[in-house]
């Protein structure tokens, strides 16, 4: 990350750079200008408020939009990503996410949820009489970087981070990061201790555990410190950040999310509504509340430099009036828990007769309309939109056609590409850049990973790899790319495989003993497998194995939903069946089909399911997954009371 003096040597900056930045990804053209927008210029230009009204992106996933456009980022700990207290129940044995008991209020910041808290920081602000600082409610922060490495310092770089902040040692064990209850009762009594979440909470289980075997001390009541202490209704780490997310994208959660986002974004941030919402904090941790340029002394620079250090930063206000809130369920979709009558709602047939070997439904943020992708065996390469229009590459092929669905523009120009290389995936737009997923089958049992950068000039060329990944020694049956983690996975037919990172370095290795069909990577970092087509295995990112099942069926194909709850496959059989990651069972299968199933995708709104079958067709699925999650929630609940 590059910390640059003043606006005009950044604008300097972004004139040389190639078009970059958050763009695309939250419906902004990617363009030097929109670089240059301000954080509410990038926030009121965004689509994505008006998506996660509609429900078209999770909570998990709006959040994180707000940090960034906020200026949070991972890279730096002084400004990391905030997420919200959301539960307050961390003693029971069960956890019922229809009880609104359970859940925090949102409308309050962290330090005034209780009566007495809210009036002793009140009558701190409306005592304080120091004519050279401002009044404050809270003298420290909910987001410091003493705070982010606490709540990581079991798992590396943060540990060390930790360490170097601690002059080499850990922390006194009393202040150590032990256990979530303790943690939560802390912010509710502790006058200075209001800190809030970081989203690791909500995707990293590693986190709870002390893989690395570190001496954290032993507590006062002689306690040694280990692995975090969870709540009863969590049985491990991996089951409590699954819970932890599932609260997160509770309708209890999301029909008060927008009132925390006025206090942390939003116009209760400062101002006379934030003396109103008891959310003043100490002055310094505000943008703009001092001007580092005028302070020529040195020594008094660094002083104010490090007490913005260790006060905390409080994000950019993104807006100067209320957050709208959520649509309800119900209001978007009314007939959600209605059953259709038959699964099945499309079969088309192509002209072409070779298998559809590859489908994406609405995967890339350069296409301008929601598109479904399809590669046949023969290379034949397709957009097809929802609507009645399509474009192709190599030969034309009939259209994907889904009434119901408001699709755009038909009048695009059609897409030729010289597909006579072996990628699974091609950009019909040359000036943009698409990854290019190569399936090694070369005799070194070396894995290339390419970047297509613009139009093969010759047929057959191939661009040069970005980085060249060793260590099998039989050859790749199957690949994962993760982009947003830089990680890539890979199978082979010993069973071994292996974690890199995209610039090469290796993280892991699995050995197994059968052929590795098919490999998946959820956002959360959970790794799916399949063994010789019948035998599932799920895994964490340290190694560690997290559930087993096995199937009759022999799986051709497999893909993960967005949220990484649930994986489609499809089987030799003409069976599509849905599947619960965590923990792993089959769940449901649709009525089977008269073909082989050679890919499967999710359409963007989670609503169909599409099969690419090995007669050359595709079949389309009506799905509701929102059947299974109330389900499944409600049996969850059953089974810990029993």
């Known amino acids: 990350m590059f910390a640059f003096p003043d606006q005009e040597t950044v604008r300097n900056v972004v004139y040389q750079l190639p078009r970059v930045g958050v763009g695309v990804k939250y419906g902004l053209p990617q363009s030097r200008k929109t670089s240059l927008m301000t954080p509410r210029q990038l926030f009121k230009h965004s689509d994505m408020c008006l998506k996660w009204q509609k429900r078209e992106i999770s909570n998990f996933d709006y959040l994180m939009f707000l940090n960034t456009v906020a200026g949070r980022t991972f890279n730096d700990l002084n400004q990391y990503p905030v997420f919200p207290w959301i539960l307050t129940n961390y003693s029971s044995e069960t956890l019922d996410l229809n009880v609104a008991a359970n859940f925090r209020d949102l409308s309050k910041p962290i330090g005034a949820l209780s009566e007495s808290r809210r009036k002793f920081f009140q009558e701190r602000y409306t005592s304080w009489e120091d004519e050279t600082i ?378 197994g003993r059968q052929r590795v069909s098919q490999l998946m990577m959820s956002r959360e970092c959970v790794v799916m497998a399949i063994y010789g087509h019948h035998r599932f295995i799920t895994l964490s990112t340290t190694a560690n194995q997290l559930d087993e099942a096995v199937t009759d069926e022999k799986i051709e194909c497999a893909c993960l939903t967005r949220d990484g709850e649930y994986v489609i496959t499809g089987s030799e059989n003409g069976r599509c069946a849905v599947w619960r990651l965590f923990p792993l069972q089959k769940l449901y299968s649709f009525q089977q089909v008269d073909s082989a199933i050679r890919s499967v995708a999710v359409s963007a709104n989670h609503r169909f399911v599409l099969a690419g079958l090995d007669s050359g067709s595709i079949v389309v699925f009506n799905v509701d997954f929102n059947r299974w999650h109330y389900e499944y929630k409600t049996r969850y609940q059953v089974q810990k009371k029993i």
Not at 226 to 244: N, R, T, Y
Not at 366 to 393: C, E, I, K
């Open 134 to 511: 401002p009044a404050f409610h809270y003298g420290t922060h909910y987001s410091t970087q003493a705070f982010t490495l606490n709540w990581l310092m079991r798992v590396e770089p943060f540990t060390t981070m930790f360490l170097d902040m601690q002059n080499g040692r850990f922390d006194h064990p009393d202040r150590v990061f032990h256990s979530i209850a303790e943690t939560w009762e802390r912010c509710q009594k502790d006058s200075h201790d209001v800190k809030e979440l970081i989203p690791e909470l909500f995707y990293l289980p590693e986190m709870m555990r002390n893989n690395n075997g570190f001496e954290l001390g032993t507590r006062s009541d002689g306690v040694k410190i280990g692995d975090v202490v969870l709540p009863k209704w969590a049985s491990s780490p991996e089951e409590f950040v699954l819970l932890h997310r599932q609260a997160l994208e509770s309708d209890l959660v999301s029909c008060q999310l927008n009132q925390w986002i006025d206090l942390i974004f939003g116009y209760k941030q400062k101002g006379p509504e934030a003396v109103r919402a008891t959310n003043v904090f100490y002055y310094l941790t505000y943008e703009g509340a001092v001007c580092l340029k005028s302070i020529e002394n040195t020594a008094q620079l660094e002083a104010v430099q490090q007490q913005i250090q260790s006060f905390g930063q409080t994000p950019v206000q993104l807006l100067a009036e209320a957050h709208p809130p959520r649509h309800s369920v119900m209001t978007m979709a009314p007939l959600m828990f209605r059953r259709c009558e038959d699964d099945l709602c499309m079969l088309m047939k192509f002209i072409s007769n070779s298998p559809v070997v590859y489908l994406a439904a609405n995967t890339f943020q350069q296409l301008p309309q929601p598109t479904v992708v399809s590669v046949a065996q023969n290379l034949v390469f397709a957009l097809n939109r929802w609507d009645n229009s399509y474009t192709y590459g190599a030969a034309p092929r009939s259209a994907l056609s889904l009434g119901n669905e408001k699709g755009g523009d038909s009048d695009s120009a059609s897409t030729e590409l010289p597909l006579t290389v072996d990628p699974l995936l091609a950009s019909g737009n040359p000036s943009v850049p698409v990854a290019r997923r190569h399936l090694g089958d070369s005799l070194d049992h070396r894995l290339t990973q390419g970047f297509v950068a613009g139009e093969y000039n010759t047929p057959g060329e191939t661009p040069s790899p970005r980085a060249i990944l060793t260590g099998h020694e039989a050859a790749i049956s199957a690949l994962a790319v993760s982009a947003e983690h830089g990680l890539v996975l890979s199978g082979c037919e010993d069973g071994t495989i292996l974690m890199h990172t995209t610039a090469g370095e290796q993280l892991r290795r699995w050995n």
